[in-house]
């Protein structure tokens, strides 16, 4: 419920503004045309009244509602139902009452698209009938100079209000796909990027390097014996060793490095334009600074980290072999001795990864 009342909160703000410029500058139209008819003093108080006091009223009905976006489209229907209702009034000023109904249509379409806009005509309708009720059906053909100078500013500056409103609204829905769009590729405990985001990226960088033949590193990370963590200590301290890798991974990774979290303890680095004996300098530094840290309130608490590192070679036929040789390097580095780097490196001659533990 609150999640809806915040969403109509918006959209009547949004309507706010457009509703008072187009009935502040359409009482400019109305009048012209009804000054030729004669009318009597309520019908101009009433017009006065539409124009100047029912924007604000209609804002206070919605804000103050449970539910805002139906008291919205309800304040919607009544524009509709006064626009038809001046409309008949002035009766059928070509002008006038073309711009007075074209405009509410455009407002009902806008905002609820086609069956707010078949109310919309019915609530016009309703208008028409009871200005018909209390003047008459009449149809007035002429429409003279004056009140083509008076149709201008509500022509000129209610589509600008509406555009303005229709601008800042692509621009927030452009920012929460932008958000969304982070969202779906970022794993939510760490921050970083999840699994499928993450491999997505390393086929964009196995094509980077193939096209341009530059160096590159990818680097497997499993954090040792982390079930134990788990079951000794909770998974809240098992969460917070996650947190702290993920950490010290972007402390201390370059901004156009990847790091990514590959599925429950194991991490994930890509690190473009980098030789691989300055990749294993940045995963020894990242090992070493996991191995001294100590958990407040554990401090008995042991961290380490087995890391199986693979540059990027020519001979790779896709990333999933580039890909490969790192995880057997890691699978090296876990079943021998666990707290080390292991990287892959290529027999050239006989084009089978050789696995080296440092």
């Known amino acids: 419920m609150e999640n809806q009342r915040g969403k109509g909160l918006s959209f009547a703000r949004r309507i706010y503004l457009p509703r008072t410029i187009g009935l502040g500058v359409g009482c400019i139209s109305v009048a012209a045309a009804l000054s030729p008819l004669h009318m009597p003093f309520w019908v101009w108080a009433l017009m006065l009244v539409n124009a100047f006091v029912w924007p604000h009223i209609a804002y206070q009905l919605s804000t103050r509602a449970n539910f805002p976006y139906k008291t919205e489209r309800r304040n919607l229907l009544c524009d509709s139902l006064c626009g038809g209702f001046w409309a008949a009034t002035v009766q059928f000023n070509p002008l006038t009452a073309v711009t007075i109904l074209a405009m509410m249509a455009m407002n009902n379409v806008a905002t609820g698209g086609l069956r707010l806009f078949m109310l919309g005509t019915l609530a016009q309708a309703a208008g028409v009938m009871i200005a018909w009720l209390l003047f008459g059906a009449t149809f007035n053909p002429t429409t003279t100079p004056i009140q083509i100078w008076a149709c201008l500013p509500i022509l000129t500056l209610y589509p600008w209000a509406v555009g303005m409103v229709c601008y800042r609204l692509a621009i927030k829905l452009s920012e929460h796909k932008r958000a969304l769009s982070a969202l779906s590729r970022t794993d939510s405990l760490t921050g970083l990027l999840n699994h499928g985001a993450w491999k997505d990226l390393l086929q964009l960088q196995f094509h980077h390097c193939r096209e341009h033949q530059l160096p590159a590193a990818i680097a497997l990370i499993d954090i040792d014996h982390f079930k134990p963590i788990n079951d000794t200590y909770g998974h809240i301290v098992g969460d917070s060793v996650l947190r702290q890798l993920s950490a010290e991974l972007k402390r201390n990774l370059r901004e156009c490095d990847l790091a990514g979290r590959y599925g429950g303890d ?93």
Not at 311 to 328: E, G, N, Q, R, V
């Open 266 to 358: 194991e991490f994930c680095v890509i690190l473009p334009d980098m030789p691989l004996h300055q990749a294993r300098d940045v995963m020894e530094r990242i090992r070493e600074v996991l191995h001294d840290y100590r958990h407040q309130e554990i401090p008995e608490l042991r961290v380490s980290l087995s890391i199986g590192l693979a540059a990027y070679h020519p001979s790779f036929t896709d990333a999933i072999a580039w890909l490969d040789d790192a995880d057997k390097a890691l699978y090296t580095a876990k079943n021998t001795g666990r707290n080390k780097i292991c990287v892959a490196t290529r027999d050239t001659e006989r084009n089978t990864a050789v696995t080296l533990a440092i």
